[in-house]
DNA sequence: TTGAAAGCGTTACCAT
DNA sequence: ATGGTAACGCTTTCAA
């Protein structure tokens, strides 16, 4: 209808369509370009010519000489956890109101992002998120000598001109140890995630903090590298102890659900009568009856705000220096562990906020 | 360290490295391209000044003038559904590996992927794949002209010029509706999806089929739109009444997971001896303990490849038709479903092949 | 308001 | 094997 020409040809230009209208090019590119110099009578007859052509603007041409794409690229890992949806939807859908998209690279879990950073620098993508996934500080230089801002999504890295978005990973850790303990625990389980990970780190830090300030022992510790299978293995080698934890801070929910499958169905555990487990990110499942599980927040919806804020600061804005946004949870108590008294219903939902520690 | 500029300046282009390696621009692009017509030694010393320049190849001046982009421009939907991350996931890391890149975008659930079309196409992006979404004839008109293969995936569209990729949808319906049946149920359920897609159709028309083989009066139905939320509410309206279903033929995993928690949890249905559930896909979560969810497979990676395949022939192919490829599954066989005779086991797993069925 | 012309950073096609 | 030059389709001066 819109297109007389056959699908061997090419594309309607510019020039097309300024030739049918009777106009310069310059004139078509007006007529596309909002709050430009342009009549409104000239507007209206090239855009009507641009369709009967089916002209839309070349994107690629129009980066080439903005020197800017509109695109981000995003690298993410673990889409089985899934936390990471929620985000990779939400962050597609801001930024695609705001005028970018995303190019989605995936890379290998445990390891940095910089195999498929060359790639993503030959695109001259206007920011990069590292979903889950950090990178070297040398390929964090490039990019600063390239312009390209960096964000990192629910990691920290040490040092780098990059900046980042997390949860409150050391203070959930810590506020889980509290819960734990004022639950009348005794034995206490780790469930680490990635170990280099910041946020496995950070969370690990404040739960043993928890520990060592009532004076107890250090948690048992296994490692389940922020998967399914890894957790639960890592489940099996804590439950199959003389010793077994009777409380396990899961390092997140994807694993909090892996640990309490292999504690109920394998170990025939009742949850939270013979063993407790607390996750990290509350994420959709952590709900189901199935789980209830009690879980320290991390407000994607949130998080993802921020993340697109500080991304667009970075690109649009004038000098930006990085920022580290911490996006403030809660301790959202379920089913999945013993209650301490010093809950409160907010919004109708369980939290735990012992005194002194409103967020 | 591979820069000397401020951050403020521009990239290093294919210019600059041919001046400081004292060489023409075009000797530049030569040693960036593999295969083609240029002396070693010379490619060295370019590759050398490329590198203490940080140089890397402008992939949108290339795109311009190759008219290729190499991105795939993909439109997704419930991204909550398991399905579509391990998709997404395993998709990336195909095209990827062929110099292919996904460019994302997300389109309201059960719409038309129309309204984000306009913004994929001035992408210029090599090809389209929508995922669970499908376009007005009108655009899939658009992209022919525009010489954009379109590929649907988990859809089919009636006529158009586009190619599908999907699972066994009516054939997988029908052996669910035999399994039930055999299975000694006698009041059927079935959960659609989003009524309009054609999955959706393709699974009760396939589960009808079977009612009407064995002469039995036609399923009670209800409509959960393929999300969780959806799917519990039609779970709540199909299990109030007085003669509710004794088998519930669920329109997907996801859904069968939320059908799951309002059975047992809200009305106190052991699954399977009050009522018996099915799924379709097969993913991750279907095979926790929790749910041990008996359900049609669609094979997530031999999909992809094949929607890969397909896709990279339309695009580099030599006049390529569009094609319809229907990738076989397996009604594999949990225990959320009473279990009839005619089981076989496959690799360790239990799937449901009744004599002259074999896929 | 409009048009002409100069790029943007490549690849492709000539010559050499 | 190499260099020069013309595109690619647009935005952005700069004059008119």
Redesign the pocket.
Known sequence: MSQTRGSSN??A???DVARIA??????V??A??PGA???A???LRIIEAARTLG????AI??S????RSRVIGLVAAYLQNHFYPDVLELMSRRFQALGYHILLFTADAAAHADPVMEEILAYRVDGLILASTTLSSALAADCRAAGIPVLLFNRTARASQVSSVTGENERGGRLIGEFLIAGGHRRFGFVAGVEVSSTSQDRERGFRAAMAAHGLPEPLRAVGHYTFDGAAAAARTLLSRPDRPDAIFCGNDHMALAISEVARFEFGLKVPQDVSLVGFDDVGPARWASFSLTSFSQPVSTMVDRAVEVMIEQIEGEAPVPRDVIVPGELIVRGSARVPAGCVSINGQLVWRPEGSAP
């Open positions: 090419r594309p230009t510019a020039t009777g106009v310069s090019q310059s004139a590119s007006r596309f370009t110099s342009i009549a009578e000239t507007k002209y839309r603007p070349n041409a129009r080439l000489i903005t020197r």
